[in-house]
């Protein structure tokens, strides 16, 4: 994200990890003891150990690519509690605690409640959905996501008149998470979305992965996925869900807000300040030297969701 580099395969300097974080990481690494050891060279869809299974019924709103090796999947992540590079997460992640676990829902709502992860596991009925999940840096992943509806959580705590956006708060617990004691996000992990894109039927309350519940890496124990955003809009491991009437700050637009804006719709036609969206590159798939993707507006989702955007000019809300 803010120190990554998509545009040429050649790191500038300028792009590379700055020092303050590079020691923040090697001070993580010496945390060493918190690490677990990533299985690794496993086959494609090669399942966690003892994982529990989460089933869902096939979505008529899956794509038919081909998803993403399980093993690319659970072992390249963005989960900056866990460390800045694509392997942190899977290393260091093993140590998060996933119960018990609440999340409050609050705000603009008739019936503010907590509910607890089993709850969240009944809620509704699962799906299986296999989206692709577009990262600004210019990697794409196809993966076959477990849950439902974020609109059927919303239904329940019958949002109010003021509500026009939905903010996800995720956790921020030192003692787990050894990437908060780096200044590079402010903590929590905040996102957030106006009502009408969270009660989109594409944007998925998710609780699992290839038929198992979410490792940790992928967010456990619930997040969100909302497949035609960039993928830092789907926050993992959240604890906190609040309807506000006035647009939430995300934590990346604090960080950067040349650089992240509310929206973050795929755009491929309008480039990060540092770095092009017109192509991608398929992680298992596309070499870094290969000739990558061309990138779909709105990630291929178009068709369903640029009616939520007539009239506005996307240039300008980024
Ligand atoms: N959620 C939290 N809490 N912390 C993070 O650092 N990274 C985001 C998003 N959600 C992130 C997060 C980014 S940048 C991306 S691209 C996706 O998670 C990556 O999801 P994946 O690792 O499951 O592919």
Redesign the pocket.
Known sequence: ?LFRIAQSDTPASSEITPRSTYADRRRLMLTGALAAPWLAGLPARTHAAGAAKLAGRASPLSTTEKPTSYKD?TSY?????FGTEKED?ARMASILKTRPWTVAVEGEVLKPRSFGIDDLLKLAPMEERVYR?R???GWS?V?PWVGYPLAELIRRVEPTGNAKYVEFI?LADKAQMPGLWSSVLDWP?AEGLRLDEAMHPLTLLTLGIYGEVLPN???APV?VVVPWK???K????IVKIRFTENQPVSSWTRAAPHEYGFYSNVNPDVPHPRWSQATERRIGEDGFRQKKRKTLPFNGYGDQVSSLYAGMDLRKFF
């Open positions: 994200m999947a992540n963005n989960f900056f509690e997460p999940l990262c600004v840096e992943m993966i995720t992990y890496q992928n967010g997040r960039y993928g830092f789907s926050g993992k491991s």
